[in-house]
């Protein structure tokens, strides 16, 4: 790891000008060929040209920082894709991939275990716990600037996430990214938590950074994100805030998914979460290249909105 990487994207989250990320992998990959309930972590070891391709992209686009494709590379999701004993080279080897974009900040992706505790179903919080710990050191031995916990839909699994992560990696700044819904009462996310409570106890437990990502419309996120913005400040937590939405309502079909919002639209969003406070901006699901570039031409060169 470069001297001087962590310091530096440490003050990028703790304010200052905004931090621009990557938009979609996982779409770009689908693009690209990556067939449905294939697990993009396997094109890691089989494809990396195509990943580093994606992750060139959104440089090329203006992202400073881009993702690491192991959203999926915890044991206990690669264990469901017959990948468990290859987490430590899927990890590493993604890291190095992601570097060879030429991206300022490399951030390790982490995303939920697709489990569930009880009585929705069966997860064991300390298997959750070992298998973000061994991503977590994972990523951190192959030199990431810092690691992005991400589409968690339950507070407790952010919290177990979070906590095993800077236990395998303390001088690392962990960012934690919710996904919430709208409901008539506000934004929650499926098991209930609110952003106001997600944020308080994020903050509390050491989050560099707290938001949210997926799900929900760049339009949406627009009342989210301040929200955020309010709950953080309302504690006294000095923390930025990510906001990642999709890009637009996903539109299905016989062709598969396709996402009907222009790049311009997105920006436009964008660029009033900034205005709002929102520190740390980029895309989810449907966002390609051409939204992070039409967001940084938004920015302009010094990288504030206007």
């Given at each position: 790891m470069p001297a001087g990487v962590v310091s530096e994207l440490g003050?990028?989250?703790?304010?200052?000008?905004?931090?621009l990320l990557d938009g979609g992998l996982g779409s770009m990959l689908i693009a690209a060929g990556l067939?449905?309930?294939?697990?993009?972590?396997?094109?890691?070891?089989?494809?990396?040209?195509?990943?580093?391709?994606?992750?060139?992209?959104?440089?090329?686009?203006?992202?400073?920082?881009v993702h690491t494709n192991t959203f999926g590379a915890n044991a206990i999701r690669l264990g469901r894709a017959g990948l468990a004993q290859r987490g430590h080279e899927i990890n590493r080897r993604a890291v190095e991939l992601a570097r060879?974009?030429?991206?300022r900040f490399v951030l390790g992706d982490v995303g939920p275990s697709g489990e569930y505790l009880p009585p929705v179903?069966?997860?064991?919080?300390?298997?959750?716990?070992?298998?973000?710990f061994a991503q977590g050191q994972?990523?951190?031995?192959?030199?990431?600037?810092?690691?992005?916990?991400?589409?968690?839909?339950?507070?407790?699994?952010?919290?177990?996430?979070?906590?095993?992560?800077?236990?395998?990696?303390?001088?690392?700044p962990v960012?934690?990214?919710?996904?919430?819904?709208?409901?008539?009462?506000?934004?929650?996310?499926?098991?209930?938590?609110?952003?106001?409570?997600?944020?308080?106890?994020?903050?509390?437990?050491?989050?560099?950074?707290v938001g949210a990502n997926c799900s929900i419309t760049s339009a949406e996120m627009r009342a989210l994100g301040p929200e955020l913005v309010a709950a953080l400040d309302a504690r006294g937590r000095l923390l930025a805030v990510?906001?990642?939405?999709?890009?637009?309502?996903?539109?299905?079909?016989?062709?598969g998914v396709s996402y009907a919002q222009s790049p311009d639209a997105f920006a436009d969003d964008m660029v009033a979460l900034i205005q709002a406070g929102v520190r740390i901006a980029g895309g989810c699901c449907g966002?390609?290249?051409?939204?992070?570039?039409?967001?940084?031409?938004r920015l302009g060169p010094q990288g504030q909105a206007p």
């Open positions: 003050a990028r989250l703790g304010g200052g000008l905004p931090l067939r449905a309930g294939e697990p993009p972590e396997r094109w890691t070891l089989e494809r990396p040209a195509e990943v580093v391709a994606v992750h060139r992209a959104y440089v090329q686009a203006g992202s400073e920082a060879q974009a030429g991206a179903g069966k997860a064991d919080e300390g298997r959750w716990r070992e298998a973000f994972a990523l951190a031995g192959a030199g990431v600037d810092g690691l992005h916990v991400e589409t968690m839909s339950d507070l407790r699994e952010a919290v177990a996430a979070l906590e095993s992560l800077r236990e395998a990696a303390p001088e690392l960012m934690v990214s919710l996904t919430y819904e709208r409901r008539r009462r506000g934004f929650f996310t499926v098991m209930g938590d609110s952003p106001a409570r997600a944020a308080a106890e994020l903050g509390t437990r050491g989050a560099a950074a990510v906001a990642q939405p999709n890009a637009g309502q996903p539109l299905v079909s016989s062709a966002t390609d290249p051409s939204f992070i570039a039409a967001l940084r031409a």
